[in-house]
């Protein structure tokens, strides 16, 4: 049941309801931004097998065609490569979309320290420019938004659930996102939209290129006998896979009622930075590694801005009957193994 879903349609997906039967995705017209990266991909194959209509828009930045390859000629499937800086391009892009799932963004944490432009445009502004094409276009008015973990900045409470505050963000990534959850509430309530906005742990898998086990894989491919570690080792997070969270992605849709929900998305238990490393190496076959720590900064952290110790409180989404099928070690592993096959046929 998409029941979200507030626009000309609504009625009709009413009527599907009270007649016991389930919506499909094929009766809506959907829009990835992002949909070239990793989870956006992901997300595209889930969709594009539920028999959706989906349309792509990525800059290509860090994004791959490679990853929408199979689609790429699927009749139902429209990629355009632009920007969302760019308003005529979200705005080609949103013709007849009703859902909009918002992944692009920059989505390296670290780069905040260097660049203090790139979360303000990449994030802030590509958000208020596909909220404004949605409040001027006449079918689009239901916004997925991909938020962070990061939002909670260094939390007291561990794990953390989704009404914890104050938000202190300690990134400028972080601040970014919070920011873009802020606009996606008040265009939601001011202009007849409805949202979800979803904060991920560390999401990890097949098409990543970014993060702790792209980093482990890539400095053991150069030197299989030491690897460097960002940190003292004992940063410790939760990891969850991209199938696990693609799944959650639509579990939220189909279950938000309320104009805006928030809702945390993650595993339920935490691993540290050096089990990671244990983790990456066993898979890797590599024997007698050496780890040398950093030591890092502020206290053993990878980079300013890294929170140590992050867990997601996930209750509200299991009480709507989402799970996740593995815990942070498992999802580690998993992903780790299918990077490396990815590896091998590059
Ligand atoms: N991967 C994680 O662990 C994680 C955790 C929390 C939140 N998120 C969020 O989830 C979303 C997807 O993350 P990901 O890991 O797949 O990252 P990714 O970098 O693989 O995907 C982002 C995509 O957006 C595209 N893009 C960037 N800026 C753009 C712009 N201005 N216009 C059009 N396209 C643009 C990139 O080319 C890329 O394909 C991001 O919003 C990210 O902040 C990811």
Redesign the pocket.
Same mark, same amino acid.
């Given at each position: 049941m998409l029941s979200i879903i507030l626009n000309d349609k609504a009625k009709y997906f009413e009527d599907y309801q009270h007649m016991g039967r389930h919506v499909s995705y094929a009766d809506v017209r959907v829009l990835v931004?992002?949909?070239?990266?990793?989870?956006?991909?992901h997300l595209v194959d889930t969709l594009m097998k539920k028999g959706g209509k989906v349309a792509v828009?990525?800059? !290509?930045? #860090?994004? %791959?065609k490679h990853?929408i390859d199979s689609w790429i000629r699927h009749p139902n499937f429209t990629f355009i490569k632009?920007?969302?800086?760019n308003r005529q391009k979200i705005r080609n892009a949103l013709k007849n979309c009703e859902l909009i799932f918002? !992944?692009? #963004?920059? %989505?390296?944490v670290r780069v905040g320290v260097t660049n203090t432009k790139i979360d303000f445009?990449?994030?802030i502004v590509?958000t208020y420019n596909v909220l404004e094409e949605m409040r001027e276009s006449k079918t689009a008015k239901t916004i997925l938004f991909?938020?962070?973990?990061?939002v909670y900045g260094e939390a007291k409470s561990l794990p953390t659930p989704e009404d914890y505050g104050p938000l202190e963000p300690i990134s400028l990534?972080g601040a970014s996102?919070l920011a873009c959850e802020a606009l996606v509430s008040a265009y939601c309530h001011t202009f007849e939209m409805r949202g979800a906005v979803y904060?991920?742990?560390?999401?990890?898998g097949s098409?990543?290129?970014?993060?702790v086990i792209w980093d482990f894989i890539h400095k053991l491919e150069k030197n299989p006998n030491r690897l460097e570690i960002l940190g003292d080792g004992t940063q410790t997070k939760s990891y969850l896979t991209v199938d696990d969270c693609v799944d959650a992605l639509l579990f939220g849709l189909e279950h938000t009622h309320e104009k805006v929900e928030i809702y945390n998305i993650g595993s339920e238990d935490q691993i540290n930075v050096t089990d990671i490393a244990e983790i990456v190496t066993e898979e890797m076959d590599h024997k007698n590694v050496e780890f040398r720590y950093t030591g890092g900064v502020n206290g053993g952290r990878g980079w300013i801005g890294d929170v140590k110790k992050m867990f997601l409180d996930v209750s509200k989404m299991k009480k709507l009957g989402w799970k996740p099928k593995h815990n942070s070690a498992e999802s580690v592993k998993i992903a780790t193994k299918q990077i490396l096959e990815e590896l091998e046929f590059e």
């Open positions: 931004t992002g949909g070239a990266g990793f989870i956006g991909s828009l990525d800059n !290509l930045s #860090a994004g %791959s990853n632009g920007d969302c800086l918002h !992944l692009a #963004a920059n %989505s390296e445009e990449q994030n590509a991909t938020s962070t973990s990061t990534y996102k904060r991920f742990a560390n999401i990890v098409r990543s290129r970014h993060g």
